[in-house]
C-alpha cells in the first residue's frame, strides 16, 4: 500500500511524494533545494522539479539567460539559493546566517541583577 497524506486545504488524500494536491493545487511541501541530479547548488534541479522539465533544459536556459541578462541572473541565483532551504524541513542558508549573528548578543552565564 502507498503511503498517503492530507492536503491542508481541501483534506484529500495524496501520495507522499506528492508536491502539490492534484484536486486543489496548494503545495504540500515547502519549496526545497534537496532534490535528486544537484549539480552545483540544487537551484537549477529544484526548478526544474518545480516546472515538470528536464534539468538540462533549465541549465541551458539558466547560461543563455545570463548572457543575455547583462549578468544580472547570477544574483538571481544566488538569491533563490539564499532563500531556500536544503530540505523541506531545513532552514534558509541565509536565515541560518541571521541566526548565527543574533547569538553573538546573547551571553550564555545569566546576568544577575545588583539592588542597593
Known amino acids: ?8 486545504g481541501c483534506a484529500e488524500e495524496i501520495r507522499m511524494e506528492a508536491s502539490r494536491c492534484a484536486r486543489c493545487g496548494i503545495r504540500v511541501e515547502r519549496l526545497h533545494r534537496g532534490v535528486e541530479g544537484r549539480a ?9 522539479r518545480e516546472l515538470g522539465i528536464d534539468v538540462a533544459l533549465v541549465r ?3 547560461v543563455v539567460a545570463t548572457l543575455f541578462s547583462g549578468g544580472t541572473l547570477p544574483l538571481v541565483y544566488v538569491l533563490l539559493w539564499a532563500f531556500t532551504p536544503t530540505s ?8 541560518r546566517t541571521l ?17 542597593v
Not at 523541506?88 to 536565515?95: D, K, T
Not at 553573538?104 to 546576568?111: D, K, L, M, Q, V
Request: net charge positive; charged share 25%.
Open 99 to 115: 541566526n548565527w549573528l543574533s547569538r553573538f548578543g546573547e551571553s550564555e552565564t545569566p546576568r544577575l541583577e545588583r539592588r
Open 40 to 48: 552545483v547548488a540544487g537551484v537549477c534541479a529544484m526548478l526544474a
Open 60 to 62: 541551458v536556459a539558466v
Open 1 to 8: 500500500m502507498d503511503a498517503m497524506k492530507r492536503c491542508s
Open 88 to 95: 523541506a524541513l531545513g532552514r534558509a542558508p541565509l536565515q
